[in-house]
């Protein structure tokens, strides 16, 4: 259970911790004295809290504080964390460290509920979310713990990066500095469970059949014994054999799991999906933010960059918020030293730099007063080229748009094309989807989102573009955008658009290299991203396909920063099915939360490249 939760990003706050922390409790017994708490709230529901204090009592500590729906453990006064913060460097810092389950979670009064919606304007002591329970509980910390200097920080990973986001509307004065890091941002639009409406059902299934079962009362972990019992050995095989998605239902979550009921009742993005979304409400902030992202992380790249954006766009220019972007799986900034990921070598200890060099510089700057606070507007790590890099915003303002033009014959250029009535032809078939990584694998990896595609370009339902050798260093920083001229026979398709550097058939491979990887010829993901097309209007309101016409499918990519080195190429892949990854669409119009295993049709997929139907991917190029 415990791969499973890390695959789905259960408890990933916990595993960082543990996955950093010593053998032992003594650093933390030796420094530190516990104490647990209940914090009651306005409407009179009480949260429970864990709180370490500072031995060392010479001096006042601020508090940095993180809120998580996955448990304070371990639970009891004498009962210690093996370390604290989320890495090292903050422990040994010092701070009066506090962690909370948050309402209706563990052993935390209250109803839970999921990304519970933000209420700008409260009129009574009834009218509660996680910015109102923050903040009582800020109140209580400041006014109640002894030795503290006023000053709070907050921050999170995945889901407590959601609650690290949510403490910022209408923040207590006391709070000066917040570290959202993968935040759960929009569950329908681009993390976790879905991107662009498309139900990303490996990491919707794993969550929910722990997370997404009820406790009945305040529990421990140690108590709670509901999780949905599955057993999966080959995830293509189990997720084809499970069929259409009434079938999750039936076969495991019966009436047990009303999340995934509410999901499937909202298959457009209806208010039940806005009202989760925390972005329209990141206005007036007064805390220091930095937000924290990984390139590579396969729930909540999208969370990163956006929470980020909306800071921007709806705060005056003195508001200090700052983005960190690096070459990181989900959370992996704080798991390990972050040289290595996948077949890749980044070249230095990426995630141990964040942590001295970022993370501690700001809040040791923003809640002790000391250093400087040095940091850019962005700083982010550009893969292929290996370095970090420094940017008055992001994306930077150094760069010019290009557009990649699918050619004829499979090849991808700068150029438009000049061909008359060009198009790629093939046939999707959902009950043949392509996979969305080689091998066989139990769960989801994460490793998927900068592997080998060479597996893929194989297959002749997956259209492969690219261009010759370069002739000079490519560097793209910020948004990438599919704009496909696209027709199908049916009434509704999925489209996914990866761009990947494919290195130089004489590429050296690694030394030493014990997983006995071929780098020649290695077709790297550099991003990836899916797109079901009846909403390529409008997430609200969808569209069918007209079967045979040709039609503009548009969409964005989640932002990306790599350079493609002179003698690589630039590929496009283009595919309909990312098996089982995402679930699979029937290619015919309707609601697919409520499909049948009979209604999945193959389909005839055109892309267009000629003079007048222009397939292409415009990116940014760092100048």
């Known amino acids: 259970m415990k791969k499973l939760l890390l695959l789905a990003g259960l408890a990933l706050w916990c595993s960082i911790t543990f996955a950093q922390a010593p053998q032992d409790t003594s650093y933390v017994r030796d420094h530190y004295t516990k104490m647990e708490t209940y914090i009651t709230m306005r409407d009179g529901k009480r949260l429970f809290t864990s709180i370490y204090l500072p031995k060392d009592q010479s001096k006042k500590y601020p508090i940095l504080m993180t809120r998580t729906p996955y448990t304070v453990a371990p639970y009891g006064a004498n009962a210690y964390k093996r370390s604290l913060g989320q890495n090292n460097f903050l422990e040994k810092e010092g701070f009066i460290f506090v962690y909370q389950d948050v309402r209706g979670k563990w052993m935390s009064e209250g109803d839970f509920v999921d990304v519970r919606p933000n209420i700008d304007n409260k009129k009574s002591k009834k009218d509660i979310d996680e910015s109102s ?58 993390d976790d469970f879905h991107h662009n409406g498309a139900l990303f059902q490996m ?47 039936k076969n495991y979550f019966g009436d047990s799991v009303k999340f995934w009921d509410d999901m499937m009742a909202h298959p457009t993005y209806d208010k039940f999906w806005q009202d989760m979304n925390i972005r329209p409400h990141l206005k007036n902030i007064t805390p220091a933010t930095m937000v924290v992202g990984g390139f590579f992380d396969a729930e909540d790249c999208f969370g990163a960059l956006h929470v980020y954006k909306a800071l921007e766009e709806q705060n005056p220019a003195t508001h200090n918020n700052m983005l960190v972007m690096g070459p990181w799986f989900h959370g992996g900034w704080e798991r ?33 007063g000391e250093g400087e606070m040095a940091l850019p507007k962005a700083t982010v790590f550009i ?30 250029s700068f150029d438009a094309p000049n061909a008359f009535d060009s198009f790629d032809e093939y046939v999707s078939d959902p009950n043949s989807p392509v996979p969305y990584q080689d091998g066989i694998q139990a769960h989801r ?27 000079d260093d490519i560097t793209l920083t910020g948004p990438v955008i599919a704009d496909l001229l696209t027709s199908t026979s049916g009434t509704d398709a999925d489209y996914v658009v990866k761009v990947i550097d494919v290195f130089p058939d004489d590429y050296p491979n690694p030394t030493p290299n014990p997983k006995n990887v071929t780098l020649a010829g290695y077709q790297m993901l550099v991003r990836g991203e899916i797109f079901r097309g009846k909403f390529r209007n409008s997430f609200e309101k969808p569209e069918p396909f007209v079967p045979g016409k040709v039609t503009e499918v548009k969409y964005n990519l989640p932002d ?23 679930d699979r669409n029937p290619q015919q119009f309707e609601d697919i939360n409520q499909a049948k295993d009979a209604d999945f049709q193959k389909a005839t997929i055109r892309i267009y490249h000629d003079a007048t139907n222009k397939s292409s991917v415009k990116v940014t190029v760092l100048q």
């Open 133 to 190: 329970d923050t903040y009582d509980t800020i109140d209580w910390l400041v006014k109640n713990l002894p030795n503290n200097n006023g000053k709070v920080g907050i921050e999170g990973i995945s889901y407590p990066g959601f609650y690290s986001t949510a403490s910022l509307p209408n923040a207590h004065p006391a709070l000066k500095a917040v570290s959202p890091q993968a935040p759960v941002t929009d569950w329908f639009i681009g």
């Open 383 to 412: 893969s292929g080229s290996n370095e970090w890099k420094k940017f008055n915003e992001w994306p930077p303002k150094n760069t010019v748009e290009k557009t990649l033009y699918f050619q004829p014959n499979g090849k991808l």
């Open 560 to 582: 990306v920063a790599h350079t493609f080195r002179k003698g690589h190429r630039i590929m496009i892949q283009v595919q309909n099915t990312w098996f089982p990854l995402v």
């Open 336 to 368: 390990g030293e972050g040289q290595f990921f996948g077949d890749q070598d980044f070249g230095s200890k990426t995630s141990l730099w964040f942590q001295e060099n970022v993370e501690l510089p700001f809040f040791k700057y923003y809640l002790k």
């Open 203 to 249: 990491d919707a299934f794993a969550f929910i059949t722990f997370f997404g079962v009820p406790r009945p009362k305040p529990i421990t972990p140690a108590e709670f014994k509901n999780g949905i019992k599955s057993k999966v050995t080959d995830n293509y095989k189990f997720y084809l054999d499970l069929g259409a998605l009434p079938n999750y239902k």
């Open 445 to 471: 990896t994460r490793e998927y989102m900068l592997d080998d595609q060479r597996f893929a370009s194989r297959r002749p339902d997956v259209k492969v573009y690219q261009t010759d050798a370069l002739t």
